[in-house]
């Protein structure tokens, strides 16, 4: 039974996670590092939060997290594709605006600088069959978890085999023969910054819905831990969504050893040092997209 | 790919036209600090505005309380202290063609080692302790920033993504340790030794005398001083910045690009060591946990409007230290969190003004 208590909580810890990695495989396959990871889920977080606290329902929240990070991340997308300006920068200062932006608004709507009121969560399904699973049936039960799982497999099957991925994945490699053949690679980034700040809203969605409220600077560096995610899963959805399991099951060893003695702190360490292992090619090769971070100028071939 | 720094000036062009434009682009382009400022000051303003506050009003009280007065100039400076350190780390490595993230874990370990040295030795007479005390400051920031230089150089990994890591792993690492060095039911370590502590400038200026500015301001401007002087005027200077402007071109010039890059780090993450001894050995005489408080990150930003030059960064860590003060002051009638908020506006609109005036200043041309 402990063992799928843990299974459980794994799996509900890697929500968050796999929904924002998955969104930084769309931005970076484009040629766009996404560092606003950590800031788009904490206004989407607030996003849900509002939404629900206004409407009393979560669905409603949860559209307005995916708005509140597209609307994130189409900030990021002027500043460094419009404009092409520094991309890591860019997304720094989000993350800098993004925790001021917060505090800010829980301020003025919730009158308290830590946080919010308590909001409606998201019901579950009730699924013949998944939902009686002993221990694992309540996560499974829950719509946001078989929803991340449908849109891992849909981001993968989209970024290799369709016709977006393809001119996506151009857009990272190599974008001039994106432009060769007359397509703008403006826009072909645009989308998957877009795409990244809808799913990292989604991700900052489930952590409110999960917790009822939003409390400030809630998502601890999340943000960071999907990017390491998709370094450690080589780019691809799949395989960010694995190592977003790892890293969940990290998460959810501290939690059942807590009280044991063992010091949480060294696990804590584990995903940063397993990326920089991957980073140092000590675990596999891990190749960037060709042109990621490098902003688009046709004038400069 | 490493992410060219946004402030790394193109190279000089060969050949001036014989008239010189009054707006010359260099100059156009130097204009993007003060115009990314007047531009997040301006979004500040119709915020101050849209909560029913008068922006003039408050703007103007925000001066005031900053410099208008012995207690907030000595506050400013106190906040502007460590900004001098984390913004010149940044600049360093971005002269190099590096991205020093990590800066708030350096700091954040220097402090950590400036209170472990003057706390175990707290017997020591000061002018042993007290520079052992910084040193140890120096080499926790510098071995911190070492190592993502290394990994750099000899197996090409980012060293965005690795000085991220590297934050969080200093937290955690510190965490570890305070179970063994934090005063019971704290979250902080023991007080320093007499020897380790770093006077007050109140002690001599009466002006400053409630403010907790201290004499780590001095040694902030004497290595934005020094800084300047390795980065302009010694032959290693101008290797690190002939990398960052040109990596192909420096290598074939001989330089050993590598070497180039794990120095620089190192380097950038011995001035973010030292930021950290403000608070620890100037201020409380204790470290904290989470003490450093951003100051790494707003770094950046420093670096950022003083466009990678020493005296760009003090003018820059004055404006960011005010700010802070101002922020606080002014909480009863605009919510301080509107500092924030200006940050990282201030970034945003940073390198975005950069870029529009670089495109003008190409069609100038």
């Known amino acids: 039974m402990e063992i799928v208590l843990f299974v459980a909580a794994t799996l509900r810890i890697s929500v968050p996670y796999a929904l924002a990695s998955l969104g930084a495989c769309f931005s970076e396959r484009g040629g766009v590092i996404n560092i606003a990871l950590e800031g788009i889920m904490l206004i989407g977080a607030l996003g849900y939060v509002l939404g629900a606290h206004a409407t009393g329902s979560g669905w409603v929240g949860v559209a307005a997290a995916v708005l509140a990070g597209l609307a994130t991340a189409a900030l990021h997308a002027i500043v460094t594709v419009k404009f092409g300006a520094d991309q890591i920068t860019s997304g720094l200062g989000i993350n800098l605006f993004a925790a001021g932006l917060t505090r800010f608004v829980l301020k003025q709507v919730f009158h308290s600088s830590s946080n919010s009121a308590r909001v409606v969560g998201l019901e579950g399904f009730s699924m013949p069959g998944l939902s009686s699973i002993p221990g694992i049936g309540p996560v499974l039960a829950s719509p946001l978890v078989l929803l991340t799982v449908a849109l891992v497999a849909a981001g993968q099957w989209l970024l290799f085999r369709s016709v977006f991925g393809l001119r996506l994945r151009a857009a990272g490699e190599r974008p001039e023969s994106l432009a060769t053949l007359g397509l703008s690679v403006g826009l072909q980034r645009t989308q998957g910054v877009l795409v990244s700040g809808a799913l990292a809203g989604l991700a900052g969605a489930w952590l409110a819905s999960e917790q009822h409220s939003f409390t400030d600077g809630m998502t601890v560096g999340r943000g960071y831990i999907a990017l390491a995610a998709m370094i450690v899963g080589k780019w691809t959805p799949l395989g960010a969504a694995a190592a977003c399991l790892l890293f969940g099951a990290a998460d959810a060893l501290q939690i059942t050893l807590q009280g044991s003695g063992f010091p949480n702190e060294l696990l804590q360490m584990l995903p940063y040092i397993v990326t920089m292992l991957v980073l140092a090619g000590f675990i596999g090769r891990a190749v960037p997209p060709r042109s990621v971070g490098v902003p688009y100028d046709p004038e400069h071939l | 790919m490493p992410a060219h720094p946004p402030t790394a000036l193109p190279l000089e062009p060969g050949t001036h036209s014989p008239r010189r434009p009054l707006l010359s682009p260099a100059l156009l382009v130097a204009l993007a600090p003060l115009v990314a400022v007047a531009v997040s000051l301006a979004i ?4 101050i505005a849209a909560i029913g506050e008068n922006p003039f009003e408050i703007y ?15 506050q400013t400076l106190f906040l502007a202290t460590p900004l001098i350190f984390t913004g010149l780390a940044v600049a360093v490595g971005f002269r190099a063609g590096l991205f020093n993230i990590g800066v708030e874990g350096q700091l954040y370990l220097g402090g950590f080692a400036a209170a472990m040295t003057g706390a175990t030795l707290a017997g020591w007479p000061a002018p042993l302790l007290l520079p052992l005390a910084i040193a140890s400051a120096a080499a926790a920031g510098a071995v911190w920033g070492a190592i993502p230089g290394v990994l750099k150089a000899r197996f090409g990994a980012h060293e965005v993504i690795n ?5 969080f792993i200093a937290f955690a690492l510190v965490a570890y340790f305070g179970r063994f060095v934090y005063q019971p039911a704290t979250v902080r370590t023991a007080e320093i030794g007499a020897g380790a502590v770093i006077p007050r400038l109140g002690d001599w200026l009466t002006a400053l005398r409630s403010a ?3 004499l780590s301001l001095v040694l902030a401007l004497l290595t934005a001083a020094v800084t300047g002087l390795l980065l302009f005027r010694t032959r290693g200077g101008y290797e690190l910045r002939a990398v960052g402007l040109n990596a192909p071109a420096a290598e074939y010039g001989g330089i050993l690009i590598g070497r180039t890059h794990a120095l620089a780090m190192t380097w ?5 060591g030292l930021g950290g001894i403000n608070f620890v050995l100037g201020y409380k005489h204790y470290f904290e946990q989470g003490f450093s408080g951003g100051a790494g990150f ?3 930003a420093v670096a950022l409007i003083g466009r990678n030059h020493p005296l760009g960064v003090i003018v820059a860590a004055l404006f960011f230290g005010a700010l802070s003060h101002a922020g606080l002051v002014i909480n009863q009638r605009v919510p301080r969190e509107l500092v924030e908020m200006l940050q990282g506006l201030v970034i945003l609109s940073a390198i975005a003004a950069q870029q529009v005036l670089e495109r003008a200043s190409r069609k100038l041309h």
């Open chain 2, 268 to 272: 950038s993450g011995a001035i973010a």
């Open chain 2, 298 to 300: 707003l770094g950046i």
């Open chain 2, 60 to 74: 103007a009280l925000m001066l005031s309380a900053s410099f208008g007065n012995g207690y907030g100039i000595g």
């Open chain 2, 44 to 47: 500040g303003g119709i915020l």
């Open chain 2, 163 to 167: 000085t991220i890591m590297l934050n």
């Open chain 2, 212 to 214: 907790p500015v201290n």
